[in-house]
């Protein structure tokens, strides 16, 4: 899918500030002479100074003469129109929100709008201006890479653990979307998010636009707005064939090219400390959960997408924040409509490394802002363990919200982690950032070199 999806002609259906930034970037880009025309590769370059070309012509503005209407333009493909939809904030009720609100692809396909407190929402906010759903966003980025939700058996690498039998892969935490295209049904008509009553008044934004009433004939069938279902799928199915473009899994961070061989990990460098901890059975247990596929590989996907109550505290400050009771605890996989046993309660899909320093806060409720204290408190479960408290809080680590379904024959595999191997997973990590994004990488409170 290396065919460009970008194309000038959809702007004018992309939300009015991406627009902008589109332009600009196109500038900068054709100034860079840089082929790819992705938007987030360009949004980075544009970061990063690239072209140093300026926005505007604020001195001599130029009054453009009134465009004549164009023709309906048909997209190229499903894909195509996928990104169209995708930054469509029409799909909403009050027209705020689009997918691209809560998954900006100018930093890994998060939530990009900062709180009160600038930073970046444990919870986001929906198109109502005050709904939140209690789930931290999680990257739209390599969710391509997730197999659909099934229960099933699989090995491990680098693991003293036994082969995993369980629930494995599926949409959203808790694995309730089968695929991208069941998934991409639900937040158009979440009330929490899009807002939208329901299908048919979405299928009828859709026919507000007379780009997306040409292509859905052109791609779909001709009477495909006869059928609510049918349109809404086929609406469903072209974001998802955008989400399966390259721009949602480059696989360029630093370990990638490690693999082939374009990039080194210094010997003796934290990063490198880190990469070797990771990756081993007796020093950490990363690998029981994080690994996919044998050392080496390409496309490794740092999920092994299997599911673990890791003991995740409840964030209450999130939920008093949001006006969400904090005795209405989220069940994780148990709140999958086709999970019943009560063991499952608690658990969590496991979440793709890839990108994770870029992507705060963490965790499926977005409790901790600091990928140090992830990883403190994956060692507070190892006998001996120095981080007893919560760096974040200066208080002891919360209880879990269901102590009895914690992975602790996983989590207690290890042994416990000296400070230099706390930044050394840190640095680690940090080189799983794809190429664009690296520049988003801040350096807060260790320094890799
Ligand atoms: C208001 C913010 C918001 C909007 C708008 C939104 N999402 Fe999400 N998205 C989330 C949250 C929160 C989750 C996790 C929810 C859960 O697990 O129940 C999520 C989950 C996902 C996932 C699953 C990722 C994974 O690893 O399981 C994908 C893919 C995704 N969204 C794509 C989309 C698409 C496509 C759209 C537009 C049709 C969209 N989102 C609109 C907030 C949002
Ligand atoms: C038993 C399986 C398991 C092991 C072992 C494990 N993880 Fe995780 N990891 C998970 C699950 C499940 C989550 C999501 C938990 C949640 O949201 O409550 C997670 C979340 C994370 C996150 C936050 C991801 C995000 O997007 O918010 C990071 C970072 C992380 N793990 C790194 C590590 C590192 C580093 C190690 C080794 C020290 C490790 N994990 C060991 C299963 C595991």
Request: hydrophobic share 35%; charged share 25%; with cysteine.
């Amino acid at each position: 899918m290396r065919n460009k999806t970008l194309s000038p002609q959809s702007d004018a259906l992309m939300p009015r500030d991406l627009r902008v930034n589109y332009r600009v970037m196109a500038r900068s880009i054709s100034s860079c002479r840089i082929g790819a025309n992705f938007l987030a590769v360009s949004a980075i370059l544009l970061l990063a100074g690239c072209g140093g070309g300026s926005a505007g012509n604020g001195d001599n503005p130029v009054v453009p003469p009134t465009p004549a209407p164009e023709p309906a333009k048909v997209f190229a493909s499903a894909a195509a129109m996928g990104e169209s939809l995708f930054f469509d904030k029409n799909l909403s009720l009050n027209r705020t929100q689009a997918c691209a609100t809560c998954h900006d692809p100018e930093r890994a396909f998060t939530d990009s709008r900062l709180d009160d407190a600038g930073l970046p929402p444990a919870f986001s906010l929906g198109d109502d201006g005050f709904s939140r759903v209690s789930r931290n966003v999680p990257t739209a980025a390599y969710a391509s890479q997730t197999p659909i939700f099934q229960f099933g058996t699989q090995a491990r690498f680098n693991s003293q653990q036994p082969d995993y039998e369980g629930y494995i892969g599926g949409q959203f935490l808790d694995g309730r979307a089968a695929d991208l295209e069941e998934q991409a049904k639900g937040p158009p008509i979440g009330a929490q998010e899009m807002g939208m009553p329901d299908k048919a008044s979405v299928v009828e934004r859709l026919q507000e636009n007379p780009d997306y009433v040409v292509s859905f004939k052109a791609i779909y069938s001709e009477d495909i707005f006869d059928d609510v279902e049918a349109a809404y799928d086929a609406m469903a199915e072209s974001i998802a064939a955008f989400e399966r473009t390259e721009l949602f899994a480059s696989f360029d961070s630093k370990y990638d090219k490690s693999l082939t061989g374009d990039y080194l990990y210094e010997p003796g460098s934290k990063a490198a400390l880190g990469k070797a901890l990771f990756f081993s059975q007796q020093f950490t247990n990363c690998a029981t959960c994080h690994q996919l596929e044998p050392n080496g590989s390409r496309n490794e996907t740092f999920t092994n997408f299997e599911f673990h109550n890791i003991g995740t505290p409840v964030n209450e400050e999130a939920r008093i924040a949001a006006n969400i009771p904090l005795d209405e605890l989220d069940e994780g996989l148990l709140a999958n409509p086709d999970v019943n046993d009560p063991a499952e309660i608690g658990k969590y899909k496991v979440p793709t490394l890839r990108n994770i320093a870029v992507t705060a806060p963490y965790m499926n409720n977005g409790v901790f802002r600091k990928l140090e204290t992830v990883i403190r408190f994956y060692d507070k479960f190892f006998v001996g363990s120095d981080n007893l408290i919560n760096p974040e809080t200066g208080a002891p680590w919360r209880e879990p919200p269901f102590p009895d379904t914690v992975s602790l024959a996983e989590l207690e595999d290890g042994r416990k982690l000296s400070e230099d191997d706390i930044e050394a997973l840190v640095c680690f990590l940090r080189t799983l950032t794809d190429q664009r994004y690296e520049p988003l990488i801040e350096e807060r409170g260790i320094a890799c070199d």
